[in-house]
């Protein structure tokens, strides 16, 4: 198994060979994980809400019904396009290209979700990329993580692993509080919140 992070080339060729290279937009899968993450969230709307890898945007369409502001970004610039127009009748939603751990974004966040994306970091920038959470999560804030769980060869890490690292860091005196988790045929949902 790799073990640095997949370079948003690796992206840029998936989206090239296909816009919808996952079928965001098709995919039973996806439509009952959307389904799923959206009735894991325990507030009904949020005040700021980031979404790490927000591809074409077809979940964002829907997470940003539920926020005040939400800002979507993604590692490859190639989705982009797709996602500003999907968006464009959201005026509190901003979609920006941005690799995460080496950028992360400036303010508060009373929601982050890491959907489909930590498995693509390897442990160090993971465990980096967890701490810039912790560290622009507000008080109270939610964390919801939602990653496929079979086994990627191309992947420097599982959804399981992903997840494990978050959970290693929740509980009594630690900075996250594990709310609910579900695990499902092929991904798993875990929900925490910063206390």
């Known amino acids: 198994m790799p073990k640095s992070s997949l370079p948003s080339t690796y992206f840029d060729d998936v989206y090239r060979?296909?816009?919808?290279?996952?079928?965001?937009?098709?995919?039973?899968?996806?439509l009952d994980k959307y389904a799923?993450?959206?009735a894991a969230l325990p507030q009904e709307q949020y005040a700021n809400a980031f979404e790490i890898g927000c591809s074409i945007g077809v979940?964002?369409?829907l997470l940003a019904q539920r926020c005040n502001r939400?800002?979507?970004?993604?590692?490859?610039?190639?989705?982009?396009?797709?996602?500003?127009?999907?968006?464009?009748?959201?005026e509190h939603v901003?979609?920006?290209?941005?690799?995460?751990?080496?950028?992360?974004?400036d303010g508060q966040f009373d929601l982050i979700l890491l959907s489909e994306v930590g498995y693509y970091l390897g442990l160090d920038d993971l465990k980096r990329a967890r701490q810039q959470m912790l560290d622009h999560l507000t008080e109270n804030g939610h964390l919801l993580l939602?990653?496929?769980?079979?086994?990627?060869p191309d992947y420097p890490l599982t959804g399981d692993r992903v997840h494990e690292?978050?959970?290693?860091i929740a509980g009594e005196?630690?900075?996250?509080r594990h709310l609910s988790g579900q695990r499902l045929e092929k991904y798993r949902l875990d929900l925490f919140q910063k206390q």
Not at 17 to 30: G, H, L, M, R, V
Not at 165 to 168: G, K, N, Q, V, Y
Not at 173 to 176: D, H, R, S, Y
Request: aromatic share 12%; glycine share 2%; charged share 20%.
């Open 70 to 90: 939400l800002l979507a970004v993604d590692a490859s610039e190639l989705p982009l396009d797709a996602a500003r127009n999907r968006l464009a009748p959201y």
């Open 36 to 38: 799923t993450t959206l």
């Open 165 to 168: 690292e978050f959970l290693a």
């Open 17 to 30: 060979a296909n816009d919808d290279p996952w079928a965001f937009e098709t995919s039973p899968y996806e």
């Open 146 to 152: 939602v990653h496929w769980t079979p086994f990627v």
């Open 173 to 176: 005196g630690k900075p996250l």
């Open 59 to 61: 979940l964002s369409e």
């Open 94 to 105: 901003t979609v920006r290209q941005l690799s995460i751990p080496a950028e992360f974004p």
